[in-house]
């Protein structure tokens, strides 16, 4: 996370008893009318116990890869590659993988099988599972990636590189194939799951706000959780605090915070949503973000 971090507020008088409150958590702040540029620093590795946000420039994503956040269970960024050589192949032992095209066109093999990747497309690679990346089209490919505990990386066997390993196939699930829900202008579709892939993976999803509709205040109790805003404006809330979001916005939730997600543009929010189970038993599904 960057050491300065800008929040804008709807008002002013909101903004001066947001500083407040961040300065009575110790943090060094200061303000530009309705703004807060917060000097912060994300603890890499010991567990997400405090909501954070990031903002990144959407137009910078062709030309790097940036990491979001760390938690110590999840560590989510958005990801690109624009060469048409493919990446060193590698796998994450205990580290399952999930993600999903923002843009571009990209081929992904997985344990000795190949993938298309373009936007709207999600994939599940199961712990230790060999993969590597290639842009196959005249734009950079770029995903939203999250990885299960990403401290783990080895090289693959020249056996596994020809043949694959039995069970480490891929999931590839499209946003029409997913599981959706729609409710009051609201559209979310959950696309990597435990009833698609498997128990103990995380979760990935996308949802579209029409103009207007607003979330319901929620918290998610046994879950992390991590929100990357793909286009639209709206306002996120969360234990009080309220920002403007709009394109490239993130926000990293631990379980019990309460949140919440409203569209406020001319046009559609439209955002993705990824989940890291903390507790076992959680059911065959996750809940869509509405």
């Not at 890499?44 to 990491?67: A, F, N, T, W, Y």
């Not at 559209?187 to 999803?205: F, N, Y």
């Not at 929100?227 to 019990?256: C, K, N, R, T, W």
């Amino acid at each position: 996370m960057a050491a300065s971090e800008k929040r804008e507020y709807k008002t002013e008088d909101i903004a001066k008893r947001q500083l407040g409150q961040w300065q009575k958590r110790g943090y060094r702040v200061t303000r530009r009318n309705n703004a807060l540029y917060i000097q912060k620093t994300w603890r890499k590795g010991r567990g997400g116990s405090e909501v954070e946000m990031c903002l990144i420039d959407p137009s910078k994503l062709s030309r790097s890869s940036q990491i979001l956040f760390d938690s110590g269970n999840m560590a989510c960024g958005i990801y690109a590659f624009g060469s048409k050589a493919p990446t060193e192949p590698h796998a994450h032992p205990n580290t399952d993988v999930v993600e999903y095209t923002v843009h571009g066109k990209g081929l992904i093999w997985v344990n000795a099988k190949s993938y298309v990747m373009d936007r709207g497309t999600a994939i599940h690679m199961p712990a230790d599972a060999w993969h590597t990346y290639q842009c196959v089209g005249d734009e950079p490919f770029v995903f939203f990636g999250a990885l299960d505990k990403r401290r783990t990386y080895r090289p693959p066997s020249k056996k596994e590189l020809e043949q694959g390993m039995p069970g480490l196939d891929a999931t590839v699930v499209k946003v029409r194939k997913g599981r959706t829900v729609k409710r009051d202008g609201k559209t979310s579709t959950l696309l990597i799951e435990p009833a698609r892939v498997g128990p103990k993976t995380m979760g990935l999803g996308v949802a579209r706000y029409a103009a207007g509709a607003s979330g319901t205040l929620h918290s998610h109790e046994n879950c992390e959780q991590v929100l990357y805003v793909q286009s639209g404006q709206g306002v996120f809330g969360v234990d009080g605090d309220e920002v403007m979001v709009g394109p490239g916005f993130a926000a990293f939730i631990p379980p019990g915070a309460r949140h919440q997600l409203s569209s406020t543009g001319n046009g559609d929010l439209e955002f993705i949503f990824a989940f890291y189970p903390l507790a076992a038993g959680l059911g065959p599904e996750y809940p869509p973000e509405l």
